[in-house]
Each structure stands twice: as structure tokens, then as C-alpha cells.
């Protein structure tokens, strides 16, 4: 992890992804025990919240500064998206509400640290504030103090004026949030700002929806009236790029969200699909099938340049870059029979196979170049049990690790730009009209639910 | 990431922990209804969807027709002439003149409704005779088509030709030999199962596959056209094996 060796202010954090290397290995040694990986898998259980390791951390509600009813109602807003958010994040242990300390402190010198560092709350940070529409203006102050740390308690403070509304409110408490999470994560960047783009069928048409990460704020992006397919967000948050169904068959789209349209990409022939961003937003690979075979393609955005990376008969799809270097595609082929995940430097070079059995679909490489998550279905075929589930496979070793079970068809796993978490989709059959999507912690943990059905190829956005 | 390992012996006790916790949380939750929000905000209750659909869409008189209709989110589901039905299902009709079937779903998030438009060809009366091959006629042309050209179908996760497919794609040949002025599109469709990008790669693999037949055949690669459907366009919805065999095929069609 890139953020292992970083130091940092509290020495918690630091500590903690020490000990995190230290298990990984753990697992990675259960993993080669003689007696078979099925046993072996059955056995482990990955956790970044379990024990002492994560920082416990209480958040009181946050104190009204004026009696009014829409401070209270934003307020709401503001106190639930800041709780759910670092909930959510990962990295704490967030004092259940019921054993915060009586009293509402909305300010610095309001702040009886010790009442929190005592039991039952025994939290280490402690984030508090005030909130009201003061002069017609959404006004926050949010403070982050250290408990233990009497002399200099304070580690973070924060002022934000905006135009009230509850979009607002949400927002300022996911920049809040993302404040407290780079401010004692080590330095990584949190995600509560980040989005989610996704394919919404309605009526037996698919357009492109976004949602922000926790599944709030659910909105139409594309109304192209057809079937559009696998969403991905360019490294910048400007432009989409996914694959829709035209007269001539599928063909690569790119819709600008500066300019609320789609702009132009050129249509070629065959079969067009499954577009991906290399991470410096130069270059974008795609399946296309122009020479009468689905092969894996690169170009620059605009569609010009376009080279072939893979020349094998059969099925060839749904590329993805590595995501911090750019160096690698990873992808997955049909060459030898059922789809299997294949990685290969970005010139087409040095083709690797990675799985080598069931069936394997929508690599999405992790943040920091390491491991790459997939849609694995172990035990495929006519009549075979089991489901499709989420896996993680670190590309040096190739050992890999099941993130969801049980859970029917699973498909489409996307990774949150901190490389804490994944966004998926699951569905009873693989139909997107039956399709939620998920989030989960990367190693499996906290999974839950972000939309309603009908809701299918989720991409998470950069940043 | 921590990861503990954890012995088979203690595995049941570990979930049992993990279920006692689960329930801790929800009951604080309970305590805190306005303040306390779990992980993710509940979705609202979403609006029932249908779709509904009718194979073949045109039929001459007294012939059947299959209706199929899919909803999702709903509590009771209707068509007009047919009353309350499943949520889910397939029912064969055969209706006397042509017929707007409509579906309502309703549900707690509200009500969708879904149509679908079915065409009884009426024999033309004898005093009226019309060449059957009309250029109007698209419906007929198609009918005959089909019997002339009919479609192909595939092995599970598989593009290649099975023996039949390969007589049918010679009697297409000779048929499309016959008939220079048809252009064909060929569509590649797959089953439900597997990764919907994964099978749009298949499907245009698929069509592929008839296209060369045809080719090899004798029949000019300049009036094929190839689009996949992978499993966007599904012919029927049923998890059965001869549901998802009618799935895999390469359709073809007059490119008009």
C-alpha cells in the first residue's frame, strides 16, 4: 500500500498499515498451504475494521446556530452524511451516537475532551462543530481534536460558507469528511466527493445515470432513447465514454459533462464496446471488431490513432489500464475456450494469462497498480452450481482472494480512487432489470446495497 | 488490509459474533431514527418496471402468438382482455384481428405499463388479388425469408458451426444465391448468462461464423451485414436450457 510508508501525525494510522503488510502475508502464506486453495479459502476472513486496529473516532451532532427550521432540517442532512460518511471510509470505529457525552459543543473552547477520551466513548479524535443559515448562507464550522493529546488537542479546523440547500449540505459534509479522512488516513484522500456512474434500464432502454459514491443524488446523464452500455469517467471528470446500440450495430460514445452532449467519435465497422481511460487521459482501449474479430484497440480520445493490441481469434474485451502506471492492459479473451483474464504491456507485448479456469470477466485495476479485481465464476458451466463472484488477484503472485459469496450473479467491480473500496453489481441472473449495486470495503467487508433495482456496470470515478 | 485467519472450529462462532453485532448496530440504530444513519440510506421504494413482449409480432389468422412480460418491484400485474396475471410469465393468445395488449404493473412505488402491438394478417378477399411478393408486403417477404433462411444456433459459449448449422447456412446460401437484390444482416445473439461485454464479443463472433458460411458459400461479403446483440435482445427470459439454446443463434434478416 502506497500510503504504508508515510508518515504521519498520530502514530495510530502508521502502525496500523504496518500491521496490515504483516497479515497480508499471513494470507498469502495460508493461500499456499499444501492442503488446496478451495480449503484454504474456505478458511480466510480479511477485515480492515476489526479489533484495535482502526481509529476510534466520535462525532458528536453538530450545534445549531440559529433555531430556524431549515438550519434543522440541514443540519439533519449534515450530521447523518458526516456519520455515514466516515462510517463508510473504512479507516474508523465510529462512536455509536447513543455513548457520546452529554452536552453540544459547537466550538473549540465548548470542547471537554476528556469526557470523550473517557469510557464509554474511549474515541481517540473527536469531530464536532456548528451549522446554520446565518445572512441567507449554508455556514459550517467543524473541528477535529486530538483526545489524548491535552496541551495541543486540535488537528484540524474548517470553515465553509455556501448557498443552503440539503445537495449542499450533503456535499459540505463529504468535504468535511474528506478532510478528517486525508487528515489522519495518512494522507490518502478520501472519497466521500467521488462519483458514481452507471448504466439505469427503464422501459427496455439503457442510459448512463451518476450517483454520488453513496448512492444519493441518483440522475439521468445520457437520454439517447437505446440501449448504452459500461460508463467510464475520463481521469479529469470531463467526459464519459460508453458504448451504445445504433443501426450499425454498437459503437463507441463520448459525452461531455462540461458540455451536457455527446461530441464526436468516429464510428467504425463491427462490433464496438467496453471503452477504458489510460490514467494520463490520453489514450482510451476498447474492444472493436472492424476486422471481422473482436480484438483489443488503442487510441487517442478523439477516436484518431487507433492501433490493434491483440490479434488472436475470438472474443477479446473489456480492457482496463493499470491505473497508476498506464504501462499495462489488463483484459479478458476467449482464445482458449471460456474468457479468462489476460494482462499485456500497453504496446501489446508480453501477454500473460492470469486465470486458468471458469469463467473470468470486467478486470478494474486497483489504485495503486498492485491487484486487479474481477467477476470470477469458479465452477462455469451448463448445470454447474455456484455463483459469479467479485475476486481481488495480486498481479505479482497471482494469488487471489474471494470478496463475495452467495450473492448470485456478481459482475462489474470497480475500485474508489483510495483503493479502499469496490463498487459492484449483483443481480439473481445476470439481467440489469434485476441488477443493484453495491459497495463494499476492498477485502470484502461492510457490503451494502447503494441503489434499487434496475441498476447495472458501475464505474467509479478518479477523484 | 488485516485479514485473520480463522480455524474451521471457530468459523460458525466467528459468524454468530459477526451476526450479534450486526443486530447491536441496528438496534442503536433504532434509538437514533433521525441521527443514526446506517451505512447506506435505504433506497425509497423503487417504481415498478414492465416490459412486455410478443413473439412473433405478426401472425396470420388463427395462428398463436406467445406473450411475455417481465415487472419488476410490482404487487399485481393486469392485461387488458387476459385480467390479473403473475408478475412474471407467458401466455399463448390467439387473437382474431390485430391487438394492443397492455400491461399495468402496479406496486408501492407506483405503477408502470408496458404495450405491445400484435398484427393479424386477415387473408386479402379473392376479389382483391395482390402478388403475394409485394414490396409493401415486408411482413410476408420476411415469412418467406425465415422458411428460406433460417436461423442458426450455437453450442453453450461457443462460435463454431455445429454440423446442422452448417447445412442450414448451405440452404441459406442457395437460397441468397437465388435472390441477388436481398441484402442480410446477420445478428449475434447470446444466452443470459456470463458478462453482458464479454457476450457482445461473442455474439459478433457468432454472427461472424454464418456470415463466412455464406461467404464460403458463394454468397458476396458486400450484401452481409454483421451487428451483435450479445445478450441485450433476449428472444425469451426463462433459466431453462431450451430458453437459453433459442438465445444463442445468428439471425438472419432482410437489411433493408
Given at each position: 500500500m502506497e500510503t504504508m510508508d508515510r508518515s504521519t501525525r498520530t502514530a495510530s494510522p502508521s502502525r496500523l498499515f504496518r500491521f496490515l503488510g504483516a497479515v497480508l502475508t499471513l494470507l498469502l502464506a495460508a493461500l499456499l498451504a499444501p492442503a488446496g486453495s478451495h480449503a484454504a479459502q474456505d478458511q480466510v476472513v480479511t477485515g480492515t475494521n476489526q479489533g484495535v486496529s482502526s481509529i476510534r473516532i466520535a462525532i458528536p451532532n453538530f450545534k445549531p446556530l440559529a433555531e430556524d427550521a431549515q438550519t434543522g432540517t440541514l443540519k439533519t442532512v449534515f450530521d447523518r452524511t458526516l456519520f455515514s460518511d466516515l462510517q463508510n471510509a473504512g479507516m474508523f470505529d465510529v462512536v455509536s451516537k447513543s455513548l457520546i457525552p452529554p452536552g453540544t459543543p459547537g466550538a473549540p473552547s465548548e470542547m471537554r475532551a476528556a469526557a470523550y477520551a473517557a469510557a464509554p466513548a474511549n474515541a481517540s479524535f473527536v469531530g464536532f462543530g456548528s451549522l446554520g443559515v446565518v445572512g441567507g448562507r449554508l455556514v459550517v464550522n467543524g473541528f477535529v481534536f486530538d483526545t489524548k493529546n491535552a496541551q495541543f488537542p486540535q488537528v484540524l479546523a474548517k470553515q465553509y460558507s455556501e448557498e443552503p440547500g440539503e445537495e449542499m449540505a450533503r456535499q459540505v459534509a463529504h468535504r468535511f469528511a474528506d478532510e478528517i479522512i486525508r487528515t489522519l488516513g495518512g494522507g490518502t484522500a478520501g472519497i466521500a466527493e467521488t462519483k458514481i456512474f452507471y448504466v439505469h434500464a427503464a422501459g427496455g432502454n439503457k442510459e448512463i445515470w451518476e450517483m454520488d459514491y453513496d448512492g444519493e443524488n441518483q440522475h439521468a446523464v445520457t437520454h439517447l432513447g437505446t440501449i448504452s452500455l459500461s460508463p467510464r469517467i475520463s481521469p479529469d471528470n470531463t467526459r464519459l465514454a460508453f458504448a451504445s446500440l445504433g443501426k450499425s450495430g454498437f459503437q463507441i460514445r463520448m459525452y461531455s459533462l462540461v458540455l451536457n452532449r455527446t461530441v464526436a467519435f468516429p464510428e467504425v465497422g463491427g462490433t464496438n464496446i467496453s471503452p477504458a481511460w489510460s490514467p494520463d487521459g490520453k489514450q482510451i482501449a476498447y474492444s472493436s471488431s472492424r476486422t471481422g474479430d473482436p480484438e483489443i484497440w488503442v487510441s487517442d480520445p478523439s477516436g484518431a490513432e487507433p492501433r490493434r493490441l491483440t490479434s488472436f481469434r475470438g472474443p477479446d474485451a473489456s480492457p482496463v489500464f493499470n491505473a497508476r502506471s498506464g504501462a499495462q492492459i489488463a483484459w479478458i479473451s476467449g482464445r482458449t475456450g471460456l474468457p479468462q483474464l489476460y494482462i499485456m504491456n500497453a504496446d501489446g507485448s508480453g501477454v500473460q494469462q492470469m486465470t486458468d479456469g471458469g469463467y473470468a470477466t470486467s478486470p478494474s485495476w486497483s489504485p495503486n497498480g498492485q491487484a486487479i479485481a474481477f467477476a470470477w465464476n469458479r465452477k462455469y458451466g451448463p448445470g454447474a452450481p455456484g455463483g459469479q463472484d467479485i475476486y481481488v488477484m495480486e498481479i505479482a503472485t497471482k494469488k487471489w482472494i474471494q470478496l463475495t459469496s452467495d450473492s448470485g450473479t456478481c459482475d462489474f467491480p470497480s475500485w474508489s480512487p483510495d483503493g479502499r473500496h469496490i463498487v459492484y453489481a449483483c443481480s439473481p441472473n445476470g439481467n440489469t432489470e434485476r441488477s443493484r449495486i453495491w459497495t463494499m470495503l476492498a477485502n470484502g467487508t461492510q457490503r451494502h446495497a447503494i441503489t434499487g433495482t434496475g441498476s447495472d456496470m458501475p464505474n467509479w470515478s478518479w477523484k | 488490509m488485516k485479514i485473520a485467519v480463522i480455524p474451521p472450529q471457530y468459523r460458525s462462532a466467528a459468524r454468530s459474533v459477526a451476526m450479534l453485532s450486526l443486530g447491536a448496530l441496528m438496534l442503536a440504530g433504532c434509538h437514533h431514527k433521525t441521527t443514526v444513519a446506517p451505512a447506506a440510506p435505504a433506497p425509497p421504494t423503487p417504481a415498478p418496471t414492465a416490459s412486455l413482449t410478443a413473439e412473433p409480432l405478426a401472425v396470420d389468422l388463427g395462428q398463436s402468438v406467445v406473450l411475455n412480460w417481465r415487472t419488476t418491484d410490482a404487487t399485481s400485474v393486469s392485461i387488458d382482455g387476459l385480467g390479473p396475471v403473475a408478475v412474471n410469465g407467458t401466455q399463448t393468445v390467439t387473437p382474431s384481428s390485430s391487438t394492443n395488449f397492455h400491461l399495468v404493473a402496479k406496486g408501492d412505488g407506483g405503477t408502470a405499463e408496458a404495450n405491445v402491438r400484435v398484427t393479424v394478417r386477415v387473408p386479402a378477399a379473392?376479389?382483391?388479388?395482390?402478388?403475394?411478393?409485394?414490396?409493401?408486403?415486408d411482413a410476408s417477404a420476411d415469412k418467406v425469408f425465415h422458411q428460406n433462411v433460417p436461423d442458426i444456433f450455437f453450442d453453450y459459449d461457443s462460435y463454431t458451426l455445429r454440423p446442422e448449422g452448417v447445412s442450414a447456412a448451405q440452404k441459406a446460401a442457395a437460397y441468397l444465391t437465388a435472390h441477388p437484390e436481398i441484402k442480410v444482416v446477420i445478428g449475434g445473439y447470446c444466452d443470459e448468462r456470463g458478462s453482458a461485454e464479454y457476450n457482445l464479443a461473442l455474439g459478433e463472433n457468432r454472427a461472424n461464423s454464418a456470415k463466412t458460411a455464406l461467404v464460403n458459400d458463394g454468397v458476396s461479403a458486400s450484401r452481409i451485414r454483421v451487428v451483435s446483440f450479445g445478450k441485450e435482445k433476449q428472444f425469451c427470459s426463462e433459466a431453462t436450457e431450451s430458453c437459453y439454446q433459442q438465445n444463442r443463434r445468428a439471425q438472419f434478416s432482410i437489411d433493408r
Open positions: - | 379473392p376479389a382483391t388479388p395482390e402478388p403475394s411478393n409485394t414490396t409493401t408486403d
